[in-house]
């Protein structure tokens, strides 16, 4: 079935040392993709969005990548912060008006 | 701009009780959603809605029934609380059908079942 897997389930790191965080995704429709983080005890908090019809795009510090040959998708972090501290979800549109699947998280721990 | 707001925050419930999750937002967003979480694990949608009125199951319904009487109010019931229902839930929203835009998400309602 349709699945979106995170390659590492845990990820530490030194402040200051960018982080990359992997997506693995299952579905080659997939045309919409979304990184959300979560910290403890708060709901999602998006970050950063893709479509299909580009393979990279940057935000303020992050910058996700989408290779489609592989079907893989990374968030980049740079100069990582205390306050990254979080699991960080991927999620894909399998289809148009689809519904979002959403991965298991990775746990980003910054160390200071 | 609150946002979605979800109440309450935790709550233990017996088992075969009943109760429900409130959730509002003032974005006047048409869509919502309602996702629970499991320790480790993703999202997963329980019930969601293209407007008010209008209601549709996700992966895991059974177990829960929503209405949405305004586009501000999406409350979930949980009917006959089992333990498979502790979860964190999650309440959302998006101005479009989330496919295509981002979810706003509340802050969440830790639920026990003992």
């Known amino acids: 079935g349709e699945s979106v897997g995170l390659h590492l389930p845990t990820l530490s790191v030194q402040e200051g040392d960018n982080s990359i965080i992997n997506c693995a995704y299952s579905?080659?429709?997939?045309?919409?993709f979304i990184w959300y983080k979560q910290e403890s005890g708060k709901g999602p908090q998006f970050i950063i969005d893709?479509?299909?019809?580009?393979d990279k795009r940057q935000g303020q510090r992050v910058t996700v990548l989408l290779n489609k040959t592989v079907k893989h998708l990374s968030l980049q972090i740079a100069a990582t912060q205390p306050g990254d501290s979080a699991v960080y979800f991927c999620a894909e549109n399998p289809s148009q008006g689809g519904k979002l699947i959403f991965g298991q998280g990775t746990e980003l721990s910054v160390k200071p | 701009n609150a946002g979605v707001t979800q109440t309450p925050k935790f709550r233990i419930l017996k088992i075969g009780q009943s109760m429900t999750l409130q959730c509002t937002q003032d974005?006047?967003?048409?869509?919502m959603y309602w996702y629970r979480q499991d320790p480790g694990m993703g999202l997963k949608l329980i019930y969601y809605s293209v407007g008010a009125g209008i209601t549709d199951k996700g992966e895991v319904p059974n177990g829960y029934n929503v209405s949405r009487s305004t586009t501000e109010d999406f409350p979930l019931r949980l009917e006959l609380a089992a333990p498979s229902q502790t979860s964190v839930y999650f309440c959302?929203?998006?101005?479009?059908?989330?496919?295509?835009?981002?979810?706003?998400f509340g802050s969440g309602t830790q639920l026990s079942v003992l």
């Open positions: 579905n080659s429709a997939s045309d919409y």
């Open positions: 974005m006047n967003h048409n869509y």
């Open positions: 893709i479509r299909s019809n580009m």
């Open positions: 959302a929203s998006s101005p479009r059908l989330w496919g295509s835009e981002k979810l706003f």
